[in-house]
């Protein structure tokens, strides 16, 4: 089962901040946050990670809260081409790392004109 | 840089056939998986190879679904014979071989199975 809750779905409006929540109260010391999202009709795309510090890339920002129980994937300035449905996922690192990914059902994020 | 390649994108049998699916992943990515997408639902590992090896085929139904990737580069995922819950997207992804890479997986576009 996934180790992460995500709302169902959410609207923003085009070139507006998009947060997307996550709740992710289990996690464990050595597991890290991952973010994908599945544009309709193609395979999930990686997005951006974290383990504890704030982090961005030309896609996104990823905030963890401080004691790592939730996290808010930010998309600046969201366009049409951001809808999709966002995938937050926790994964171990260390030794016993497969690299398995448990997706959950996600968040559909819908911009709107 | 290609991505992962899949084939075919879609396909329509009745139950009882048999299917293939094939997919090609990023030259040099060691660890290969294969992901079945229910509509409405998040995709779910069926197998994960490193190189031409089985990590873990925990989800993988093996009386009927079967995988192979010869030499560690290309993969085929069969399902033989086919039951209508078996209708979903099958996806491919690959991931470079060590440490934190291991969760950045790439996706191919999928393959759309309807069994009728």
């Known amino acids: 089962d996934a180790k992460t809750t995500q709302p169902p779905s959410m609207d923003c409006a085009e070139g507006r901040a998009a947060n997307l929540p996550c709740n992710h109260s289990?996690?464990?010391?050595?597991?890290?946050v991952y973010w994908y999202r599945q544009i309709h009709s193609q395979g999930p795309q990686y997005i951006i990670h974290?383990?504890?510090n704030n982090e961005t890339n030309e896609m996104a920002s990823l905030i963890i809260t401080e004691d790592r129980k939730s996290s808010t994937l930010i998309l600046p300035h969201a366009t049409l081409r951001d809808t999709a449905v966002y995938y937050c996922?926790?994964?171990?690192?260390?030794?016993?790392?497969?690299?398995?990914?448990?997706f959950g059902q996600g968040t559909t994020l819908q911009v709107k004109p | 840089e290609a991505g992962v390649a899949q084939s075919p994108r879609y396909k329509i049998i009745e139950k009882r056939q048999s299917v293939a699916f094939w997919c090609n992943p990023i030259?040099?990515?060691?660890?290969l998986y294969w992901y079945q997408q229910i509509l409405g639902q998040g995709p779910k590992l069926l197998i994960q190879?490193?190189?031409?090896?089985?990590?873990?085929d925990s989800q993988l139904p093996k009386d009927r679904f079967s995988a192979e990737r010869l030499k560690g580069v290309d993969s085929t995922l069969k399902i033989q014979p086919a039951k209508l819950e078996d209708s979903a997207v099958y996806l491919c992804?690959?991931?470079?071989?060590?440490?934190?890479?291991?969760?950045?997986?790439?996706f191919g576009a999928g393959t759309r199975l309807s069994v009728l």
């Open positions: 289990t996690i464990s010391g050595n597991e890290y």
């Open positions: 996922i926790v994964s171990e690192h260390g030794s016993s790392n497969t690299g398995k990914l448990i």
């Open positions: 190879f490193q190189n031409n090896g089985v990590v873990d």
């Open positions: 030259s040099g990515h060691a660890t």
């Open positions: 974290g383990l504890k």
């Open positions: 992804a690959s991931s470079p071989r060590g440490g934190i890479a291991k969760n950045i997986q790439y």
